[in-house]
């Protein structure tokens, strides 16, 4: 008498409109709860994680799940043998990896296929000023790297018979193990995937397949990049064994500091510092921005802290022809040493101001101008 089996989307405890994410949750969360290797001698536990795992091959894959919401068990019985499907570990590297340390394991074979090995990226930092920063600007760099033996080609071994078939994998450049009731490739530990060994170690590089160089590269900076920004040169880093993808030049930009203008975000801030009868009066007032001479028109009766919004004069948005902008903060300054003359005009002109500390904004303007005008 067979047993009926259960429904995938109960087992793995989810409504039937969950997305992806959920789905690898909830697997994630048995599969951790009834592996082997937690609960050893335990058949019960091994059985509910197959069915975790048959549930999860078939809702996992877009067609088996379109039929099984269909067909149900009818509809994925070709699909999945009607029992447990090995396939479902291919997200293994990620959900037990950590815990088991089983990610080399599960995670060097998707599909049937090796994972691609690539060289080690590099990092270089690049200081510029301020103003190129802003402008952009293209530098030529030399990239302390390895690259690879012009004789060997970064294989490590004589060019003729140097290398041979790894006898431990038979050039497969994987091993397979059992786990429970699992078969488990690992990459070979004799040969490292490559599959060959070497037999006769290159006489030029000592089998060590790279040698040291500095390599020139120009690098274009953007207008607009910050400190922290990072330029990403696609194969320029280093090599990978026996000729394989090369890494990644990661050029990391610190930018000087500028004595005027602060950045903040894509906006420019700088301080303007006026006197008392340019407050008080008006004034016209041409300042220095990195875009040539500008002229501030500061109006009469101006209190300190007020500030003025430059459109377009800020910091360029990356790969953008948007600018911020230039906010410049007026900063009203008290003089701390008069002359003679330039206290009793103080003085005067404090008895004519009001002490009841009202606006009468108008006869003091007037006053004022009779004063400094």
């Known amino acids: 008498m ?6 995938y989307y109960e087992i793995l405890s989810v409504s039937r409109d969950c997305d992806e994410q959920t789905l690898k949750g909830a697997y994630r969360k048995l599969a951790l709860q009834y592996h082997p290797d937690r609960n050893p001698n335990n058949l019960e536990a091994e059985e509910r994680f197959k069915e975790a795992a048959e549930a999860y091959a078939v809702l996992s894959d877009a067609n088996k799940r379109a039929a099984y919401d269909r067909f149900g068990h009818q509809g994925v019985n070709g699909a999945s043998g009607g029992g447990f499907d090995e396939s479902a570990f291919a997200d293994f590297g990620d959900i037990l990896g950590d815990l088991f340390g089983l990610g080399d394991m599960f995670g060097q ?3 049937g296929r090796s994972r691609v090995v690539r060289g080690e990226d590099i990092r270089y930092d690049l200081e510029i000023s301020f103003e190129s920063s802003m402008r952009g600007m293209s530098a030529d760099l030399l990239i302390p790297r390895m690259e690879a033996c012009t004789k060997c080609m970064g294989s490590g071994a004589e060019p003729n018979g140097g290398l041979v078939t790894c006898t431990v994998c038979g050039g497969r450049g994987e091993v397979l193990y059992q786990q429970s009731f699992l078969s488990i490739r690992k990459t070979c530990p004799t040969c490292g995937g490559r599959g060959r060994v070497i037999r006769q170690a290159c006489g030029q590089c000592r089998g060590e397949g790279f040698h ?5 590269l120009k690098v274009n900076i953007p207008a607009g990049v910050d400190t922290g920004t990072r330029l990403r040169l696609a194969g320029e880093g280093n090599p990978g064994p026996a000729g394989s993808q090369p890494g990644d030049l990661y050029v990391v930009v610190k930018v000087i500091e500028h004595p005027v203008f602060e950045r903040r975000e894509n906006d420019l801030h700088c ?7 340019q407050a008080v009066l008006g004034a016209e007032i041409e300042i220095e921005t990195l875009d040539g001479p500008q002229v501030i028109k500061v109006p009469e009766g101006t209190q300190p802290g007020e500030q003025f919004r430059l459109r377009s004069l800020g910091v360029p948005l990356l790969n953008s022809r948007a600018r911020g902008d230039l906010f410049v903060h007026l900063e009203v300054q008290i003089p701390t040493k008069l002359s003679r003359e330039q206290r ?10 009001p002490t009841d500390n009202m606006p009468h904004e108008k006869s003091v303007f007037d006053k004022v101008r009779d004063f400094f005008g």
């Open 2 to 7: 067979s047993v009926a089996k259960r429904d």
């Open 109 to 111: 074979r998707r599909g």
């Open 212 to 216: 040291k160089v500095e390599k020139k």
């Open 271 to 277: 301080t303007l510092p006026i006197n008392v009868a």
């Open 344 to 353: 009793k005009m103080f003085e005067q002109l404090g008895e004519m101001l």
